[in-house]
């Protein structure tokens, strides 16, 4: 099959090359020409592992290429997929779809012949009808049809997640779609690595959202159980496993620590929000989901602060971990954002570091001392903050971290020490729901 892949972000560059590894022949178009000249380069605008060996074995072997052309991208394309930004609007937080709603009307207009245009973008309830009516208006006659395509990747493990997916979700509304999206993804089929729903397009656009959503809630609840071990004299790592292995809960995304972030959580539940007061049917579960992330990061820089005696003013604090979480160099949202700017509000200075989020950070974050390596953080400082979970910060050498540190202060908010090895190495350790 032929596909084009509009737009070379996190979801478009990983699809286009996992596509293409798949043995389809595909073209990424993106207007910035500086970003396709890098991608010809085999240089990544992103940081995800793997991404750049694979994207130039298919480049090598003329199974995927990039271009700024978006009409020669688009010619004779089976599928085009929409991958370009749907960011939260400013003023009512709603997604913003302007610039989904342009790239369709740039590929229809260049496309001269049958193809399914596929929102592979996050986009709320019924973009797939607007996305039609636009059809409609600009190439009534061409063929064209429309599916919706919702991506699941974890960043820092996306290609493993599109190739051996928990499932595969294709909203159409029209056999000629259903049997595009069926080719397109027969390779997953072959070995039954994953199931290949196919459901109304509606439907499709919730399942995104409503997927994201229940996710945010399980990190909630685990965090706001773990405020209640703090305070009640239990351990929520213990609590959490009691409940997951329940396998009606499951285990995953019980892990307390300083509130989720990243380019999905935080800006698709605000917006499923948004959907649902335009439905007039509230979702008091999410809204108060929303609401206690976004009080909790900065609550976690009280706790540093509180951990350190109260007054951290004029005293350095050493942050491990910038990103919202490890093997990526996203800073979206992440919670070193605002448990920064805490300590900062309260005199303190940062000294950070980060594997691969600094070039970012310095993009978010003003007057912070960046370091290369955990314990240069460390050194002189009143505190050392876990604030990021990198497998590099899981084996560090605690004792050194013990006599770098002005006073021996360890405050874990990922719970990757267990509090009796961080003691026996001469540190106080504080970590979360202990």
């Known amino acids: 099959m032929r596909i ?101 009307r740039e590929v229809v207009e260049a496309l001269t012949g049958p193809a399914v245009i596929v929102t592979k973008s996050t986009v709320p309830v019924g973009t797939g009808d607007e996305v039609e009516r636009i059809v409609g208006e600009v190439g009534p006659d061409k063929g064209i049809k429309v599916a919706s395509n919702p991506e699941f990747l974890r960043e820092g493990a996306a290609i493993d997640d599109f190739k051996r997916p928990d499932r595969v979700v294709c909203g159409v509304e029209d056999e000629f779609a259903r049997e595009v999206l069926a080719q397109i993804y027969r390779p997953l089929s072959l070995n039954q690595s994953a199931p290949v729903l196919f459901t109304r397009r509606r439907t499709a656009e919730i399942i995104k959202y409503a997927a994201n959503a229940f996710l945010a809630t399980k990190i909630t609840f685990i965090n706001e159980i773990a405020d209640l071990c703090e305070v ?19 285990r995953k995304f019980l892990h307390a620590g300083p509130g989720y972030g ?36 900065r609550a976690m820089g009280r706790k540093v602060i509180k951990a350190a005696g109260g007054d951290i003013k004029g005293k350095t604090i050493g942050i491990l971990g910038l990103t919202f979480k490890p093997n ?100 106080r350790y504080v970590g979360i729901g202990k």
Not at 68 to 85: E, H, N, P, Y
Not at 232 to 250: C, P, T, Y
Not at 271 to 289: G, N
Not at 329 to 341: K, L, T
């Open 4 to 104: 084009t892949m509009i737009g070379t972000g996190y979801v478009g560059l990983v699809s286009g090359a996992c596509f293409s590894d798949f043995g389809h022949e595909v073209v990424c178009v993106d207007k910035d020409a500086s970003k396709i000249e890098a991608l010809e380069r085999n240089v990544m605008p992103i940081y995800e592992p793997g991404l750049d060996a694979l994207v130039a074995t298919n480049v090598k072997a003329g199974r995927l290429s990039f271009t700024t052309d978006l009409a020669a991208g688009v010619a004779g394309a089976d599928a085009v997929f929409i991958a370009v930004g749907t960011p939260s609007r400013r003023g009512d937080g709603h997604a913003d779809l302007s610039y989904v709603f342009g790239a369709v």
């Open 232 to 250: 009640a004299g239990a351990d929520v790592q213990e609590v959490a496993r009691g409940i997951g292995l329940d396998n009606r809960i499951g």
């Open 262 to 297: 990243g380019s999905c959580f935080p800006k698709d539940t605000l917006a499923l929000l948004k959907t649902a007061q335009d439905y007039e049917s509230p979702l008091r579960i999410v809204e108060a989901v929303v609401t206690a992330n976004d009080q909790r990061k």
């Open 328 to 427: 990526t160099d996203d800073m979206r949202d992440s919670p070193a954002i605002a448990i920064i700017q805490t300590l900062q509000d309260a005199g303190a200075t940062i000294r950070a570091y980060d594997p691969e989020g600094r070039e970012q950070a310095e993009k978010v974050l003003t007057n912070v001392e960046y370091v290369d390596g955990p314990y240069d953080a460390a050194k002189d400082a009143a505190a050392l903050v876990i604030v990021t979970e990198w497998d590099a910060f899981r084996a560090l050498d605690l004792s050194r971290i013990a006599s770098l540190l002005a006073e021996p202060l360890l405050v874990d908010l990922r719970n990757v020490y267990p509090p009796a090895e961080a003691e026996k190495a001469g540190l």
